[in-house]
């Protein structure tokens, strides 16, 4: 279970803690939180737990930037279709912690356990399935390329980002950043 995360803004700079504090931990004013843009707001995790949903891209890695990412997709019911080196598999669990893309038409979902892809790798099986619902609805395919740069890269990033913010939470009370590009 993650930490959960609220952001505050003062002095210029937005400040990440797991609990509010008394004063801000960058000028030492206290915070009586009377002014609405100084208000606490909680930071929504980018993870979620795929067996709990369904009809969606999923995405499961440490997210460092190191090692592989793997991706599947989940049915109707949350079952995650998935290759792994030893074929396609149907995970009902182990799936608990991953970022999620919502897809559309889940009219389409029951083809999944029909769905054959004979590059045996997790991430041509999601994007030939995508492309199939794609051609189904009389639509071009996503090249590769555009599939990792509109649907991996930014989920992937901003789930990199908030593991960072997490660990580095899990040693310091506090992280501040400049207000500039800083939201999550
Ligand atoms: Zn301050």
Known sequence: MDLSVIRLTHCNRSIFSVC????????G?????NRLSEAPVSVPTPFTNAH???CCLLIQGDFDGTSDLHTGISNTTGAVYNYTPAGLSVSLSGWERCVSVPLVRPDMFPLLSHFHEDDHNCFSFCLGFINSVLGAEGRGPLSKHDFTQSYILPRVRRASKYNTLITHLSKERYYMVEREGEDM
């Open 52 to 54: 709990k949903g369904g």
């Open 29 to 33: 004013a206290t915070l009586r939180g």
């Open 20 to 27: 509010v504090p008394e004063a801000c931990p960058s000028c």
